[in-house]
Structure formats: C-alpha cells, structure tokens
C-alpha cells in the first residue's frame, strides 16, 4: 500500500507538470491526460483530435468509442478500467523528442506490464512499423526508460482508415485483441471489475 500511494503521489506530480508543458509552439492546443490513474497497463495514442483538448480526455470521441468497443468485446473492459494516455500530434522530430520524455517518465513511475500503442505513430515510438501487416497480430518484449514490458501494438481505430474493417487488417486487429484480453495484466483488471461489480450489486441489494 504504501509502494502504491508513492507511485501516485509521483504519478500526480508528473501530470502537473505535463498539463502545463508548452514545449512545442507550433502546437494548437494543449496536453491531454487521461488523469493520474496507476496501473499495470498504459494505452498510448498518437494524435488527439479537435475534440479532445475541449474534454480533456484521450480518445473523446468517434475513434474512441470505437477503440473501446474492442475491449468490451473481446475483453470485457469498460472505458474507465483501462490506463489511458494521450501523446501530443507527432508531426516533427522535435515534438516527438519533447513528448516521448514525458512518456519515458510515465513509464519510469508506472513501471507497466503491458503497454498498447494505438496507431502508426505510436507504434513507432517503440518498435519499427512499416507496414501494420507486420505488428498487429504480434507481442513484443520492448525494453524502454529502464523498464521491460510487453508491447501489443493495435492499428488506428479512425472512422477515415478502412484497415481494421478489411482483410487482413480485420483478422489482425481481432488476434491483436484476443492477445491483450489474454495478457496476466489485462486478467488482473477483468478481476478487478468483476469484484466491484459484484460489490455494488451487494451493496444495491441490501439498500
């Protein structure tokens, strides 16, 4: 427990700061977090859109829902449960270098199992991706920021990309899926929302 309250007085700390960062000028919009939620697992994104910097929340919208549809699919996972976090756009090298230190100190803190870089960008930022064909669908053992973890790549869930609804990119996307509701971390959180489902039911009965 008390490992756990220092993880997220660091984990607090490092989203302070990272909501006040202004590194890149040619930036239109600023940071968005997915909050300081400690957790075995870390969902990167690559690009908020329009929506996002006016919810404050990684993958607001249709891409999103989307997103999240596979893992209430294939994992049974509401939105909340899942660790997100949104990388700033990713347009030049210097923006990338600006944000990947913040990501390698998120990294550092959560120390995760597993982390799920969503789309090309992203994928990127860990392994070589030139073609989706060659990631999705595979798990990686990834050493960064002084941490080894699993890395299962998923591609963009974006209404204007048609690869994840076609073949082969449908079938991967589904095997990408079936690994992550596979993963010991993934399992810990399903138990984890199942307990406290079965929490509130106890505690909707006896009111």
């Not at 073949?167 to 199942?194: D, N, Y």
């Amino acid at each position: 427990m008390v490992a756990r309250s220092r993880v997220q007085a660091h984990l607090n700390d490092h989203v302070v700061r990272l909501m006040q960062c202004r590194r890149c000028p040619r930036m239109q919009s600023t940071p968005v977090s997915g909050g300081a939620i400690v957790s075995d697992v870390m969902l990167i994104g690559q690009a908020p859109g329009p929506r996002e910097p006016v919810l404050q929340k990684p993958f607001a919208h249709t891409a999103g829902r989307t997103l999240f549809q596979w893992f209430e699919k294939f994992c049974g996972l509401a939105e909340s449960t899942v660790r997100s976090t949104g990388t700033d756009r990713v347009p030049a090298p210097d923006e990338i270098r600006n944000c990947s230190s913040w990501m390698n100190d998120e990294i550092k803190i959560l120390r995760p199992r597993l982390i799920i870089p969503v789309g090309r960008l992203a994928i990127a930022q860990f392994i070589e991706c030139t073609k989706l064909e060659k990631v999705i669908g595979c798990k990686f053992c990834v050493h960064r920021a002084g941490h080894t973890f699993d890395l299962i790549p998923l591609p963009h869930p974006s209404g204007a990309s048609p690869w994840p609804k076609i073949s082969p990119g449908k079938q991967l996307t589904e095997r990408a899926m079936r690994q992550v509701a596979c993963h010991p971390a993934i399992a810990a959180l399903t138990g984890f929302e199942r307990s406290l489902s079965r929490a509130k039911s106890k505690k909707t009965r006896r009111n």
